[in-house]
């Protein structure tokens, strides 16, 4: 059974920066496209970035272009959100996820989720 752990959240003033990790155990997700999906307080869970398996494509949702950027390293079945510029908008819950079917937008054609890392932008 696979499994995820994010890390690298925290405290950090706006314009800040972070990097985020999504560790695989458990077996390998280096065939399976992966996203990172987020959820603020009171919203629902909304898609954020999402790399294919072979790392030659990715996807943004409109608010994070320019600032975030996913990537990934199959060598250590780990998986990055690299988020800059923070504004406190982005103050969430970050999850990541692994798609068996193909890459996706939307967060049930994901098929395992971690358990998430909270990410809070405050001056």
């Known amino acids: 059974q696979g499994r995820l752990v994010e890390s690298g959240g925290g405290l950090v003033q706006p314009g800040g920066s972070l990097r985020l990790s999504c560790a695989a155990s458990?077996?390998?997700?280096?065939?399976?496209?992966m996203g990172w999906f987020r959820q603020a307080p009171g919203k629902e869970r909304e898609f954020v970035a999402a790399i294919t398996w072979s790392a030659t494509s990715t996807y943004y949702t409109d608010s994070v272009k320019g600032r975030f950027i996913i990537s990934r390293d199959s060598a250590k079945n780990t998986v990055y959100l690299q988020i800059n510029s923070l504004k406190p908008e982005d103050t969430a819950v970050y999850y990541c996820a692994a798609a068996v079917r193909g890459i996706s937008t939307r967060e049930y054609d994901y098929d395992y989720w971690g358990q998430g890392t909270q990410v809070t932008v405050s001056s």
């Open positions: 458990g077996r390998t997700f280096s065939s399976y496209d």
